[in-house]
């Protein structure tokens, strides 16, 4: 009894801390050393050889150095960093379980390909070398990347991808062979449409929002709105003209820009930048005047014209027929060059087209104005000629300044062409006619050297002279005749002949000669009648007296008559070439 009773004082006098320790012996004891089983530690120390791990078992582990090769450096490690591990074997003469990280890894990765192949979820990995068809990935065992697979984009640098840490759906798993088969694709197929829904259901047309340039284009600017990319179109840009956009961004810029429009099917957003200020269209009519002058800068040259900046994003063209006063129309780089200020005025503005046509040669007089200061009709100048036409021939009388002398002003001779008098680039006289500013014309003439010949005609001859004329065309009434260079009349059908002619063709030819009588003038229209019939029977009278006068002896009427037609000025020979 007494040894009973002191054996069980003894047992009552056992401490709580000492009870614990007995239980967790007991309880250490009874746990198995499963090999395979995942347990988790914490790093206490790390050698050269082993890591040292607390796994909470009263042996601590240990992982031999080269269980890391494949995975995580050493150098990486720390004391305190948590680790798991995989069970193996305990070494019964230190007393240390031996512990591999790298088939921990190994049988998690399996887990977690397993689980991300069955619910189509993502797995991490770490591309580690390029190989034939594809790439390598460390998923915790050797995963297999194909090159279709890598990017929604065909990889142009493939060894870029080497070293990087990426996302990857499963989409071939074998359990029992440890093969996988990734694609980085897909899984960046789906955040793209997941950032896609995400940033179009946050959209509505006239929103301001912020976003990244991308890439430059010559025809805009791809923004990035958050994994979506928005196309920010050159026009769009400035209210003025953008030759690229280079000239407004850069790639990696923040900008702020406004929703246009968008469509979530085809997955395209339109960006505006110029919108974000006021459109300088917007009631230009009460701003800018017809008739105003104002200053401007040359932003662009065309065949056609050139385009002058107003004020920013208010652009005018200047039509090549607005450059010059000259009739020539002069290339606008000859006159101008991109970036020179120059003064215009407005002809006229229409902003809902948003079109200003502007005017360079307005600004300053018309060159026929300061020559009509300079000149006044009848006044002789000299010049080149510049241009022969059918009408006429025109002539350079100052720089820029040309005038048209006119086919009938130059010679009183009838002329088939011009070319028959004047030459291109020959220097020339001629008489102001005209100076008519609003009609931007100048009168010039060639025979007015000469004075007016038919005013001297008229002031010579008379009616009952008679002339020697030259048949010069032949009609159903008459024909004309010359009587001097430049002097025409008509004889009529009933002055022909004393016998009844019709048709003049039939008994007259151009270029006959004749006798003439003239039997009216009107110098008001410069109009000449003439008779071959009176001339004839003036002629018979003639013919009669000197017949008489020579069978009398004595002086009679008729050799009045002949003194008198002894008189007649016959009329010069047309120079060659004025015959028509």
Same mark, same amino acid.
């Not at 920013?312 to 607005?322: F, K, M, N, Q, R």
């Given at each position: 009894?007494? *040894?009973?009773?002191?054996?069980?004082?003894?047992?009552?006098?056992?401490?709580?801390?000492?009870?614990?320790?007995?239980?967790? /012996?007991? /309880?250490?004891?009874?746990?198995?050393?499963?090999?395979?089983?995942?347990?988790?530690?914490?790093?206490?120390?790390?050698?050269?050889?082993?890591?040292?791990?607390?796994?909470?078992? *009263?042996?601590?582990?240990?992982?031999?150095?080269?269980?890391?090769?494949?995975? $995580?450096?050493?150098?990486?490690?720390?004391?305190?960093?948590?680790?798991?591990?995989?069970?193996?074997?305990?070494?019964?003469?230190?007393?240390?379980?031996?512990?591999?990280?790298?088939?921990?890894?190994?049988?998690?990765?399996?887990?977690?390909?397993?689980?991300?192949?069955?619910?189509?979820?993502?797995?991490?990995?770490?591309?580690?070398?390029?190989?034939?068809?594809?790439?390598?990935?460390?998923?915790?065992?050797?995963?297999?990347?194909?090159?279709?697979?890598?990017?929604?984009?065909?990889?142009?640098?493939?060894?870029?991808?080497?070293?990087?840490?990426?996302?990857?759906?499963?989409?071939?798993?074998?359990?029992?062979?440890?093969?996988?088969?990734?694609?980085?694709?897909?899984?960046? /197929?789906?955040?793209?449409? *997941?950032?896609?829904?995400?940033?179009?259901?946050?959209?509505?047309?006239?929103?301001?929002?912020?976003? $990244?340039?991308?890439?430059?284009?010559?025809?805009?600017?791809?923004?990035?709105?958050?994994?979506?990319?928005?196309?920010?179109?050159?026009?769009?840009?400035?209210?003025?003209?953008?030759?690229?956009?280079?000239?407004?961004?850069?790639?990696?810029?923040?900008?702020?820009?406004?929703?246009?429009?968008?469509?979530?099917?085809?997955?395209?957003?339109?960006?505006?930048?110029?919108?974000?200020?006021?459109?300088?269209?917007?009631?230009?009519?009460?701003?800018?005047?017809?008739?105003?002058?104002?200053?401007?800068?040359?932003?662009?040259?065309?065949?056609?014209?050139?385009?002058?900046?107003?004020?920013?994003?208010?652009?005018?063209?200047?039509?090549?027929?607005?450059?010059?006063?000259?009739?020539?129309?002069?290339?606008?780089?000859?006159?101008?060059?991109?970036?020179?200020?120059?003064?215009?005025?407005?002809?006229?503005?229409?902003?809902?087209?948003?079109?200003?046509?502007?005017?360079?040669?307005?600004?300053?007089?018309?060159?026929?104005?300061?020559?009509?200061?300079?000149?006044?009709?009848?006044?002789?100048?000299?010049?080149?000629?510049?241009?022969?036409?059918?009408?006429?021939?025109?002539?350079?009388?100052?720089?820029?300044?040309?005038?048209?002398?006119?086919?009938?002003?130059?010679?009183?001779?009838?002329?088939?062409?011009?070319?028959?008098?004047?030459?291109?680039?020959?220097?020339?006289?001629?008489?102001?006619?005209?100076?008519?500013?609003?009609?931007?014309?100048?009168?010039?003439?060639?025979?007015?050297?000469?004075?007016?010949?038919?005013?001297?005609?008229?002031?010579?001859?008379?009616?009952?002279?008679?002339?020697?004329?030259?048949?010069?065309?032949?009609?159903?009434?008459?024909?004309?005749?010359?009587?001097?260079?430049?002097?025409?009349?008509?004889?009529?059908?009933?002055?022909?002949?004393?016998?009844?002619?019709?048709?003049?063709?039939?008994?007259?030819?151009?270029?006959?000669?004749?006798?003439?009588?003239?039997? *009216?003038?009107?110098?008001?229209?410069?109009?000449?009648?003439?008779?071959?019939? $009176?001339?004839?029977?003036?002629?018979?009278?003639?013919?009669?007296?000197?017949?008489?006068?020579?069978?009398?002896?004595?002086?009679?009427?008729?050799?009045?008559?002949?003194?008198?037609?002894? /008189?007649?000025?016959?009329?010069?020979?047309?120079?060659?070439?004025?015959?028509?």
């Amino acid at each position: 009894m007494s *040894k009973i009773t002191k054996k069980e004082e003894k047992e009552e006098n056992i401490s709580a801390e000492d009870y614990e320790n007995l239980l967790d /012996q007991y /309880q250490f004891s009874a746990k198995e050393i499963i090999p395979g089983k995942i347990v988790k530690g914490k790093v206490i120390k790390i050698t050269k050889t082993h890591v040292l791990i607390d796994i909470g078992f *009263k042996s601590e582990g240990i992982i031999p150095a080269e269980d890391f090769s494949d995975n $995580q450096d050493l150098d990486e490690l720390r004391p305190g960093d948590a680790i798991e591990a995989s069970l193996e074997r305990s070494d019964s003469k230190d007393g240390y379980l031996v512990l591999s990280h790298k088939k921990a890894l190994a049988l998690k990765a399996l887990d977690e390909l397993e689980k991300a192949y069955h619910h189509n979820s993502w797995i991490m990995g770490k591309i580690t070398e390029r190989t034939k068809s594809g790439y390598s990935v460390n998923v915790g065992i050797k995963t297999f990347l194909p090159d279709s697979h890598a990017d929604i984009r065909t990889v142009q640098e493939p060894e870029k991808l080497i070293g990087n840490t990426c996302k990857f759906k499963v989409i071939k798993f074998d359990r029992k062979s440890e093969n996988a088969v990734l694609s980085r694709k897909l899984f960046l /197929q789906d955040e793209k449409e *997941k950032r896609k829904r995400r940033v179009f259901s946050q959209l509505s047309q006239g929103q301001k929002i912020k976003g $990244q340039v991308k890439s430059l284009t010559k025809f805009g600017a791809f923004i990035d709105l958050g994994g979506v990319e928005g196309l920010l179109h050159v026009s769009d840009m400035s209210w003025g003209k953008v030759g690229h956009p280079s000239e407004v961004f850069k790639v990696g810029q923040e900008v702020e820009v406004v929703i246009l429009d968008f469509n979530e099917k085809e997955e395209r957003i339109s960006l505006g930048y110029k919108q974000l200020t006021p459109d300088p269209w917007e009631n230009l009519e009460e701003k800018y005047k017809v008739g105003q002058k104002m200053k401007g800068n040359v932003v662009s040259l065309t065949d056609f014209g050139a385009f002058v900046e107003l004020e920013s994003g208010v652009e005018g063209l200047i039509h090549i027929s607005d450059l010059t006063w000259s009739r020539k129309l002069i290339h606008p780089k000859k006159v101008l060059s991109p970036g020179e200020e120059v003064m215009v005025s407005i002809l006229d503005i229409n902003s809902s087209a948003k079109r200003i046509s502007l005017g360079l040669k307005q600004v300053s007089p018309h060159p026929l104005e300061l020559l009509k200061q300079k000149y006044s009709i009848g006044s002789r100048v000299k010049g080149t000629i510049t241009n022969i036409t059918d009408f006429g021939a025109f002539m350079e009388v100052e720089k820029g300044i040309e005038g048209l002398i006119h086919i009938s002003d130059i010679s009183w001779e009838k002329i088939k062409h011009p070319s028959e008098k004047l030459k291109v680039g020959e220097e020339a006289e001629a008489i102001i006619l005209n100076i008519n500013v609003d009609k931007q014309k100048l009168s010039l003439g060639i025979k007015q050297l000469e004075g007016d010949i038919w005013e001297d005609f008229f002031n010579r001859q008379k009616i009952g002279d008679l002339v020697k004329v030259k048949i010069v065309r032949l009609t159903d009434f008459g024909v004309f005749v010359e009587i001097t260079p430049g002097i025409e009349g008509v004889v009529f059908l009933s002055e022909l002949d004393e016998k009844k002619i019709e048709n003049p063709e039939e008994d007259f030819q151009v270029g006959d000669e004749r006798l003439a009588k003239i039997i *009216k003038m009107n110098s008001k229209d410069n109009k000449i009648s003439l008779s071959f019939r $009176q001339a004839q029977i003036e002629m018979q009278k003639l013919d009669y007296q000197k017949y008489v006068q020579t069978q009398s002896g004595r002086l009679t009427l008729g050799d009045v008559f002949k003194e008198q037609l002894s /008189q007649i000025r016959s009329p010069k020979k047309a120079k060659k070439g004025g015959k028509r």
